[in-house]
């Protein structure tokens, strides 16, 4: 069955930087694009960035745009996001998830089970 | 960006219920509608995607439809686990954009 296991979250300085990580089974993870969607305590959801099934192409949320970077190592089923930069407001719940296919290409069909991240003095 | 809004925000019903939730794009997005199910302290779980396809095991009960701007999510006999926070997303265009939830709450 499909899992999706997000680890690296935890508490950091405003300007600080984590990498968070996201590692994927039951499925070939190199044939899906992926995702990272956050959740702020209390609040709806944001798209946060996406990669391509290759790790070619990368999109970010203008909120984040110069400070996450995402990246994936295909050989290891991983998905990671590395936050440089962190202001309070990035505290949340970050989410990894993966992109659908066909008519579902554009939403999410699976999602990990969220690492909290806080940034806080 | 496209701006998603739901209605209600919040709403209380009671088992058996027949409810309807709706979502409004500020701009056309054909059928490229997604729902979601959220319940407290887990992941969000899809529940729909082209406005009404349902997600492999999803039961029956959920029902989506609408086209453009105007979207609506269906739950036909309303029962305990299906309280819950529910939200729209659109990927008709970047950024991806969800409603700001919509809380079923037991009456």
């Known amino acids: 069955q499909v899992q999706l296991v997000e680890s690296g979250g935890g508490l950091v300085k405003p300007g600080g930087s984590l990498g968070l990580s996201c590692a994927a089974s039951?499925?070939?993870?190199?044939?899906?694009?992926m995702t990272w969607i956050r959740q702020a305590p209390g609040k709806g959801l944001e798209w946060v960035s996406q990669?391509?099934?290759?790790?070619?192409?990368?999109s970010y949320a203008d909120s984040v745009k110069g400070r996450f970077t995402i990246s994936r190592d295909n050989a290891k089923n991983s998905l990671y996001l590395q936050m440089n930069s962190l202001r309070a407001e990035d505290t949340a719940v970050y989410y990894c998830?993966?992109?659908?296919?066909?008519?579902?290409?554009?939403?999410?069909?699976?999602w990990g089970q969220g690492t909290l991240v806080t940034v806080s003095s | 960006d496209i701006q998603m809004t739901q209605s209600p925000s919040s709403l209380s019903a009671s088992v058996g219920d027949r409810v309807t939730i709706t979502c409004r794009a500020s701009?056309?997005?054909?059928?490229?509608l997604a729902w979601f199910q959220q319940k407290p302290g887990k992941a969000p779980k899809s529940l729909i995607y082209?406005?009404?396809r349902l997600q492999s095991g999803v039961p029956s009960k959920f029902s989506g439809s609408g086209s453009g701007t105007d979207f609506t999510l269906t739950i036909s006999s309303l029962q305990p686990e299906d309280f819950a926070t529910y939200y729209c997303?659109?990927?008709?265009?970047?950024?991806?954009?969800f409603g700001q939830g919509t809380k079923v709450e037991i009456k």
């Open positions: 997303q659109q990927y008709n265009s970047y950024p991806p954009t």
């Open positions: 990669i391509s099934s290759d790790g070619g192409a990368m």
């Open positions: 998830a993966r992109l659908g296919t066909l008519a579902a290409a554009g939403t999410y069909d699976y």
């Open positions: 701009q056309g997005i054909s059928n490229y």
């Open positions: 039951g499925f070939t993870f190199s044939d899906y694009y």
């Open positions: 082209a406005t009404s």
